[in-house]
């Protein structure tokens, strides 16, 4: 395991729960992260934002679960294969390395704007996006989705030895007819299948937040509670 030095660590306002108070020391590893060691991370509840790592440590709260799909188990429901049917029938999907530019620094802005996601009113600018998505302690990648030439998706994922990790996914709001949140998440699945790995990490889980309880619907899965990766089986079956 890499060394991990802490470098910011105060009680703040929650992002996912109203009323709440959260802890999540901002952490910078202290060497390189290799894959192996991203897949430890990972396996520890481990997140990323831009070059450093975090996990919640939060004083009266444990509803985020991180969140992990086995990709030999996944099952897809005919919800799901619709969503990957249209999305491959209508749209383009490039894997590459995260970049920035303005296209994608407004659908940013826009996507946080328009879901009410923003902690703030101020836009994010360049240096902020290339500080988030594009700078990595570790190996990443980009799934760019577009229709035609225009690009109204990305997500940024991880990528470990025997795992991947769903970082962030922003989209334009006026595509949503083809779900392209969902879609990103199949489709790193699809893409841990074909190299070989085994688990795609969701993120957090919260039941109560709308935008992370979606989740759920990517069955089987596991989500760590009190160390223990604990099986989970929300979503309908195949057949619904």
């Given at each position: 395991?890499?060394?991990?030095?802490?470098?910011?660590?105060?009680?703040?306002?929650?992002?996912?729960?109203?009323k709440t108070?959260?802890?999540?020391?901002?952490?910078?590893p202290a060497?390189?992260?290799?894959?192996?060691?991203?897949?430890?991370?990972?396996?520890?509840?481990?997140?990323?934002?831009?070059?450093?790592?975090?996990?919640?440590?939060?004083?009266?709260?444990?509803?985020?679960?991180?969140?992990?799909?086995?990709?030999?188990?996944?099952?897809?429901?005919?919800?799901?294969?619709?969503?990957?049917?249209?999305?491959?029938?209508?749209?383009?999907?490039?894997?590459?390395?995260?970049?920035?530019?303005?296209?994608?620094?407004?659908?940013?802005?826009?996507?946080?704007?328009?879901?009410?996601?923003?902690?703030?009113?101020?836009?994010?600018?360049?240096?902020?996006?290339?500080?988030?998505?594009?700078?990595?302690?570790?190996?990443?990648?980009?799934?760019?989705?577009?229709?035609?030439?225009?690009?109204?998706?990305?997500?940024?994922?991880?990528?470990?030895?025997?795992?991947?990790?769903?970082?962030?996914?922003?989209?334009?709001?006026?595509?949503?007819?083809?779900?392209?949140?969902?879609?990103?998440?199949?489709?790193?699945?699809?893409?841990?299948?074909?190299?070989?790995?085994?688990?795609?990490?969701?993120?957090?889980?919260v039941a109560?937040?709308?935008?992370?309880?979606?989740?759920?619907?990517?069955?089987?899965?596991?989500?760590?509670?009190?160390?223990?990766?604990?099986?989970?089986?929300?979503?309908?079956?195949?057949?619904?």
């Amino acid at each position: 395991m890499v060394p991990l030095i802490v470098v910011q660590d105060q009680h703040q306002v929650c992002p996912y729960l109203d009323k709440t108070t959260a802890r999540m020391p901002l952490q910078l590893p202290a060497g390189e992260v290799l894959p192996e060691t991203t897949d430890q991370l990972l396996e520890m509840g481990y997140r990323r934002s831009g070059e450093f790592l975090y996990r919640t440590q939060c004083p009266t709260c444990d509803q985020c679960k991180p969140t992990r799909v086995d990709i030999n188990r996944f099952r897809y429901t005919r919800s799901l294969r619709r969503v990957l049917q249209r999305g491959h029938r209508d749209l383009r999907i490039e894997l590459g390395q995260p970049q920035f530019d303005q296209r994608r620094v407004d659908m940013f802005n826009q996507h946080r704007r328009d879901r009410d996601l923003a902690q703030s009113d101020a836009p994010v600018d360049a240096e902020d996006y290339r500080s988030f998505l594009v700078n990595s302690c570790c190996l990443s990648a980009e799934l760019a989705i577009y229709r035609g030439d225009n690009l109204i998706a990305v997500s940024i994922f991880d990528i470990g030895q025997t795992s991947t990790s769903a970082v962030y996914t922003y989209f334009d709001p006026a595509e949503g007819r083809y779900s392209l949140g969902t879609l990103a998440v199949l489709e790193q699945i699809q893409w841990g299948r074909q190299t070989g790995r085994q688990w795609t990490y969701l993120g957090m889980y919260v039941a109560a937040n709308s935008h992370l309880n979606y989740k759920a619907r990517f069955a089987p899965q596991q989500r760590l509670e009190k160390g223990q990766w604990i099986d989970y089986d929300d979503a309908p079956h195949a057949s619904d």
